[in-house]
């Protein structure tokens, strides 16, 4: 069974930095989908950053350039290194596993979720 950790959440004035982290347990994080997604109270979850088997990414517009998605295979992570943080990145995230599908990776619907960490930041 999939089991998805989030931590490295926290506040942090704009611009500053945080780097989130996924533990993933119950499969190997490598070669397959997995995503980050965020979610404000009142709107719908939306995806931010996704990864697929061969390490292929996609970000939304909204944090091009400022937000990047990988994996450290040796800590079964995934993580979510975030730069140039707006007030409007202010959001719960959360670590998505859309096992086991490793391509064409969707922008919702994903099998496997964690329970969120909280990014709050402040102008």
């Known amino acids: 069974q999939v089991h998805l950790v989030e931590s490295g959440g926290g506040s942090v004035q704009a611009g500053g930095s945080l780097r989130l982290s996924c533990a993933v347990s119950?499969?190997?994080?490598?070669?397959?989908?997995m995503a980050w997604f965020r979610q404000v109270p009142g709107q719908e979850r939306e995806a931010v950053a996704i990864i697929d088997e061969d390490g292929t990414t996609i970000y939304a517009d909204s944090v091009k350039g400022r937000f990047t998605i990988s994996r450290d295979s040796a800590e079964n992570t995934l993580l979510l290194q975030m730069i140039s943080l707006k007030p409007e990145d202010s959001a719960m995230y959360y670590c998505a596993s859309h096992f086991p599908y490793g391509r064409n990776c969707p922008s919702r619907d994903y099998k496997a979720w964690g329970q969120g960490t909280q990014v709050t930041v402040s102008s």
């Open positions: 119950g499969y190997t994080v490598g070669g397959f989908c």
